[in-house]
């Protein structure tokens, strides 16, 4: 489907008016605060909306995404982001979120090189070549793909774990860090957190 750009504002003035008359009050508190309890860290795709899948309104949520949701400790933006969350917000849980049929996995897996996006997800193709001790043969193309979309999760879960900041905070306050997989097939999110 392709939207004209005009039209993304009569979408917003729609939505806005639809808002408004469920609750009057909506935006007018909704600038008054921003106190959520979760960071959502997501990949990128457009097919993933983050809102809309847990069915919750503006400022419920802090959301950081990046393709194939990758939390790099030499990642800035990330890494601003996460200590923004956790000493301004004081966020109780962090949600990394990957999703099956995920482009940044598919570039991982992909022999042919595309540039900057080799370098952004090197640590997937790190990882692929660690998990290939015979487990690709025993999937189909797809459960492959899906495997890793799920060790991808797991593995940032970890990286998220070894920040001195995220470590301090689980102690001072039970930050929690979680791992979910989003099933793009039929729209239904999964808790794969490792123990």
């Known amino acids: 489907m392709c939207i004209k750009y005009n039209e993304f504002f009569s979408r917003n003035k729609t939505w806005a008016e639809q808002v408004s008359r469920a609750n009057p009050d909506f935006f007018k508190q909704l600038s008054k605060h921003h106190e959520p309890d979760y960071l959502w860290l997501g990949c990128s795709d457009s097919r993933v909306p983050v ?3 847990l069915g919750i309104l503006p400022g419920e949520i802090f959301v950081h995404r990046n393709i194939a949701n990758q939390a ?3 990642d800035l933006s990330f890494r601003a982001v996460l200590e923004y969350a956790i000493k301004q917000l004081n966020i109780k849980h962090i949600l990394v979120v990957g999703h099956y049929a995920c482009g940044g996995v598919t570039a991982a897996l992909n022999e042919n090189r595309n540039g900057i996006v080799d370098f952004w997800v090197q640590d997937i193709i790190k990882l692929v070549s660690n998990k290939q001790s015979g487990l690709q ?3 189909s193309e797809d459960e492959w ?4 979309c799920e060790q991808n999760v797991i593995q940032q879960v970890n990286n998220i774990n070894q920040i001195p900041l995220v470590k301090e905070a689980k102690e001072k306050s039970g930050l929690s860090v979680a791992g979910w997989i989003y099933n793009i097939r039929n729209g239904r999110l999964f808790d794969i957190t490792p123990n």
Do not use: A, G, L, V
């Not at 793909?145 to 890793?148: L, S």
């Open 51 to 53: 809102n809309e899948m």
């Open 72 to 74: 790099s400790e030499t």
């Open 137 to 139: 043969e025993k999937m």
């Open 145 to 148: 793909h899906d495997y890793i």
